[in-house]
């Protein structure tokens, strides 16, 4: 691994200064478990002098009450999400998506804002600097997209433009289904974003110096039933082929609100929106759901090795929603 300095936080805006206060590219750490493995490889466009550590900044890790639902700081570890009481009872949507990530090491290890901001797991892009030349690609300054024509089955089915790479990140579509936004601080101050803007097809939208401090998430509807469940190849470590994450809310026998989010299936976690559509007024009955399931991806433009993934979602949705009814 090429060599690089370790500087330690001491605290948000101290992580910030050291970041804008360096004339050659930095990078923030938290659990390292996605980023040294990247440095390793040499994959990102610019290697960073300076690695700037966010662990040793205190309180970024609490799980708190917030307004009725729940503040998440960006260091709060995968395995405390997945163990939390009242995440287990108030949002069992995201602890069984931060459950289903990895092996308890790396669960104990990763942090939420990591895993939000976690490289992509394309093979072309990971494929590792010193093992024969670097591939380019548009995420990496320049070139084309080599699963378009290549081998293409883990990549996207619908929202790919320049990269066809899915978002990794299983936290992020729960995270969705919960209509969670993101707290960030930069050089110019503090913003909160709604999570269905943090992605881009190449990537999230922080910006230099930027890092994510937290995560709100609102509290649940009334009779709101929520679940989390993920299709890999290798059971039971592995990175999601498809996963959804459904949120429905009931109330007097009919489906009043609902949001069911796919993973694995585009750049950025996909609302499923038709679906939705045939769920909401309807009782929350086999029709409905066999009825919702099937919308699931209608607009979708799988590449030449991925069609498959539609017909998972959508067998996927049906076991979701039939769970909650
Ligand atoms: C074997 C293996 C299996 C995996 N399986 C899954 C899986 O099934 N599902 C899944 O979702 N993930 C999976 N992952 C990815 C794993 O979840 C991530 O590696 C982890 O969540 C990253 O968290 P971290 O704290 O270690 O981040 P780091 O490795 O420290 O950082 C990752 C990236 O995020 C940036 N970053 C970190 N914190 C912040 C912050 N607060 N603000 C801004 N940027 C930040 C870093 O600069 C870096 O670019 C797997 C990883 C491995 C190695």
């Not at 939208?205 to 509290?219: I, K, N, W």
């Not at 009334?222 to 890999?232: C, D, E, L, Y």
């Not at 009919?254 to 609302?271: E, H, M, N, Q, Y």
């Not at 993934?309 to 959508?314: L, Y």
Request: proline fraction near 6%; charge should be positive.
């Amino acid at each position: 691994m090429k060599s690089f300095a370790h500087c330690n936080a001491a605290s948000v805006d101290n992580a910030i200064a050291i970041a804008g206060g360096s004339a050659d590219p930095t990078c923030w750490m938290a659990g390292g478990t996605d980023l040294l493995g990247v440095l390793k490889d040499q994959l990102l466009p610019d290697y960073p002098a300076t690695v700037i550590n966010l662990k040793t900044i205190p309180g970024l890790d609490r799980v708190e009450e917030d307004a009725g639902g729940v503040r998440l700081g960006a260091l709060a570890r995968l395995s405390t999400l997945a163990r939390h009481p009242e995440l287990l009872q108030r949002f069992p949507a995201l602890a069984a998506a931060a459950e289903s990530v990895a092996t308890p090491e790396i669960r104990n290890m990763a942090t939420l804002g990591g895993n939000l901001c976690q490289d992509n797991r394309c093979w072309y892009y990971r494929y590792a600097h010193h093992m024969g030349g670097r591939m380019l690609c548009k995420r990496k300054g320049s070139g084309p997209c080599h699963a378009v024509r290549g081998d293409n089955r883990y990549h996207v089915v619908i929202g790919g433009k320049g990269c066809f790479a899915p978002c990794p990140s299983d936290i992020a579509v729960a995270l969705s289904a919960l209509d969670a936004s993101l707290e960030i601080a930069g050089p110019g101050g503090g913003r909160t974003l709604p999570i269905h803007e943090f992605y881009t097809p190449l990537g999230h939208v922080l910006g230099p110096g930027e890092v994510l401090t937290g995560v709100r998430v609102p509290a649940p509807a009334v009779g709101s039933r929520q679940a989390f469940r993920k299709f890999t190849v290798r059971k039971p470590v592995d990175f999601a082929v498809v996963s959804v994450a459904a949120v429905v809310s009931v109330e007097g026998g009919l489906c009043r609100g609902a949001r069911i989010v796919l993973g694995g299936v585009a750049p950025a976690p996909w609302r499923a929106e038709a679906a939705e559509r045939a769920v909401v007024g309807q009782p929350l009955a086999a029709d409905s759901v066999g009825q919702g399931a099937d919308r699931v991806l209608e607009q979708a433009r799988p590449l030449s090795m991925n069609a498959y993934k539609v017909d998972i979602a959508r067998s996927l949705v049906r076991e979701v929603l039939g769970s909650l009814t």
